[in-house]
């Protein structure tokens, strides 16, 4: 295994040093500063060439192999911190800043939401059987009190006994089981308002958003905020009788309601619901402190840090897709997570079982949902932010070709250009060089002025 790390340096000099002969190492720099920090880019064949609307003239053109790269490199956008660090970060900033504008306004949301009733509340799963833990009463039930990094947190006490099967078919059913309670929620603040569901509906509408969370012993749990408006979202101000706390009763009434019918298995028949742990605290004004008040700002940031993590994070299992259950034996994982995995692989060999698709999200422990999701009014959209970006980007660029004259004079004003591009997939990845470069001018968190 050390071979390939003792290569690494003498291979990305070869590389630097042919680069350097053909005079492509200033324009290789620029291509790789343009990933953001990307270890992983995409790599694209093809051209890309702009063309004036009004009198046809050629612009621009690009193809890609006359890049420095050979190729167009574009950035992986995983959201895994564990894949790709400087993607994860920005999918992370992105979900704080939507998360954020469905709390106080901004991004096309209007600042009178940040007076409409919302709470941040905290799902979680069922017990499958009793695991190391850190209670508040110090020790656990195996007469240790553990640190807060011990390796055996979360994990079962007698792994023989602890129920693998409804784990990995509780994470496979956690998205139907929020599905079903977000149309239970609907019903129940309509019947504390006293109104029918189609009367609600004219005067009243819930909006969320969520994030999945891993909990140690490898059950997904969800954090939403929740918002009560006016029927057309945030655009208008909800009605009278809407408060915190009388979100916060339908919430604990929906999550008691909601269930999920999951499928039998010899003699046994499953069904699935939420613990009885829930976790329901007003959004107001305080400082996020370990009290019983929450911030916008607090909020928004907590939801964003568990947008980039995945079941490998806090578990210990793995990041990517397994194609060999033999592969398990030659991977550093908990035995804990091995053992899910397990099942998961099993149980996706039911036919019953087919439409899960366990077997290709065993390395997620069964559960397959998206991790952030949010109703259409609750605020912008992870797609309208990067479209921004991007429009700031190429607004960047074309400023600087226009400062080098790379734009005829006659057309500087223009903002509109027509666009013909085709582009396919080459591949992945850098080469020992380009990573050598890449990891050498990646920005840092504070040239990228990260505030979040």
Known sequence: MTAPAVETAP??????????????????????????????????????????????????????????????????????????????????????????????????????????????????????????????????????????????????????????????????????????????????????????????????????????????????HFHAVIRLDGPDGGDTPPPNWASAELLADAIRAAARAAEAPGPQLGNRLHSFAFGTQLDIRPIRSADFDGGTELTDRAVAAYIAKYATKGAETTTGTLDRPLKFLAELAQLRISEHARRLIRMAWYLGARPELEELRLRQWAHMLGFRGHFSTKTRRYSTTLGALRQARADWQRKQALNAQREHGAVPAEFAAEETTLVIAHWTYAGVGLSRGEEWLAAAHAPTRVQEGVAA
Do not use: M
């Open 11 to 220: 291979r990305a000099l070869r590389d630097l040093a042919d680069l350097a002969e053909l005079g492509h190492l200033p324009g290789l720099i620029r291509q790789l500063k343009g990933l953001g920090g990307c270890t992983n880019p995409v790599r694209l064949d093809g051209y890309r060439t702009e063309i004036h609307p009004g009198t046809g003239e050629l612009l621009s053109e690009t193809h890609g192999h006359e890049l420095p790269a050979g190729n167009l490199l574009v950035r992986c956008n995983n959201r895994r911190a564990t894949r790709c660090a400087a993607c994860a970060e920005t999918y992370r900033r992105d979900t704080y800043q939507l998360i954020t504008a469905g709390l106080k306004g901004g991004k096309g949301t209007p600042e009178r939401v940040a007076t409409h009733p919302r709470v941040f509340a905290t799902f979680t799963a069922p017990s499958f059987g009793p695991v190391h833990n850190r209670p508040t009463s110090g020790r656990c039930r195996c007469g240790t009190q553990h640190p807060s990094d011990a390796t055996e947190l979360g994990t079962p006490l007698d792994p023989d006994t602890y129920d693998y099967e409804a784990a990995v078919l509780w994470n496979a059913h956690a998205s139907k089981i929020w599905a079903r309670f977000t149309i239970y929620l609907r019903r129940e603040v309509a019947k504390r308002a006293g109104l029918s569901r189609r009367a609600f509906a004219e005067c009243a509408r819930v909006s969320f958003a969520k994030v999945a969370e891993y909990q140690r012993r490898g059950a997904v």
